[in-house]
């Protein structure tokens, strides 16, 4: 992580580390499984790569672009750049570009590579809705998401499960599944399809579980720099509690950008959503940040 005044967090590094080296792992597994099958991966591989790179160097313009937000002036929106100056003199880190998205679902996202290429950018909803206390506390959420590198991270993680996609595309579309093994065993193309679903599972379940790790260490690292972690729980339940009141259709438009959301469009209940959910439940987030507002209190 690069120096700022976040709380280093060995739990998340330690986290992100053992989910690329598992995730590495499972792609030489992948590759040296197509390979033995005598599938040409070139281009695949190529596909994949440049994929990658398009996410990793674009990323903010991407999701900018797909939220219909705006790069805003302090002119434009002198209270949200009041607010990120303050963080950013508070955390001693550069200030990233800020950004309106027009949408009336209340959330927050920060996206770029790394701080000097970031953004942080609040829907027309949240500033709507949140106090000044609450928004701080959502924007150092984001912020420290661009201090920990948490994009650039899960992009790369998110290199395998492209791969395989692909992989099962390519099975599917080149007619490789009507193709038999000389022993005249599975279709070729039959084994690449479960083989890439498999991969693509073990991937996207990898990538969810520290997506849920690092939200909590982020709503950790952004209530210890603000040292108000009960303004933090009160943006939770308050955009939370909003979400109900939106239009299906509106939060199922937003589902998709989840991952980058202070708060998912729309979370499953049920114990097998949860397993795949990009946020830890609401309850543990609240319980967290009690645990920290008692310590606080304890002047630990």
């Known amino acids: 992580m690069a120096h700022t005044r976040f709380a280093p967090d060995r739990g998340l590094t330690t986290r992100m580390i053992l989910t690329m080296f598992l ?29 990658l790179l398009v996410q990793y160097f674009m990323s903010d313009r991407i999701a900018l672009f797909a939220m219909h937000g705006r790069v805003v002036s302090p002119e434009q929106a002198p209270e949200l750049h009041g607010v990120i100056d303050r963080l950013c003199a508070m955390a001693d880190m550069p200030k990233p570009r800020v950004a309106i998205a027009d949408s009336d679902v209340p959330n927050a996202f920060a996206t770029g590579r790394n701080q000097k290429n970031s953004v942080v950018c609040a829907t027309t909803g949240l500033l709507r809705r949140l106090e000044s206390a609450e928004l701080e506390g959502v924007l150092a959420h984001e912020m420290s998401h661009v201090a920990h590198r948490d994009v650039a991270v899960m992009t790369i993680a998110s290199f395998l499960g492209i791969v395989a996609g692909l992989m099962t595309r390519f099975a599917l579309y080149t007619g490789l ?16 399809v479960l083989v890439s679903a498999l991969v693509y599972a073990v991937s996207f379940l990898l990538t969810r579980a520290l997506s849920r790790y690092r939200e909590l260490a982020a709503d950790r690292a952004g209530a210890m720099l ?56 609401l309850n543990r987030r609240l319980e967290q940040l009690s645990r920290i507002s008692a310590q606080l209190g304890q002047g630990a």
């Open 177 to 192: 599944g009507r193709n038999r093994d000389d022993r005249g065993g599975l279709p070729i193309g039959l084994i690449v």
């Open 23 to 51: 995730l590495g792992l499972l792609y030489v597994v992948f590759v040296g499984a197509l390979i033995a099958l005598g599938v040409q991966t070139v281009l695949v591989l190529l596909i994949a790569g440049g994929t």
């Open 226 to 281: 603000t040292q108000r972690p009960s303004a933090l729980a009160s943006a939770l339940v308050k955009v939370s509690g909003e979400m109900s009141r939106i239009p299906t259709r509106d939060l199922r438009e937003a589902e998709p950008f989840n991952a980058f959301f202070f708060a998912p469009a729309l979370a499953g209940r049920s114990g097998l959503t949860t397993l795949f959910a990009t946020h830890p439940p």
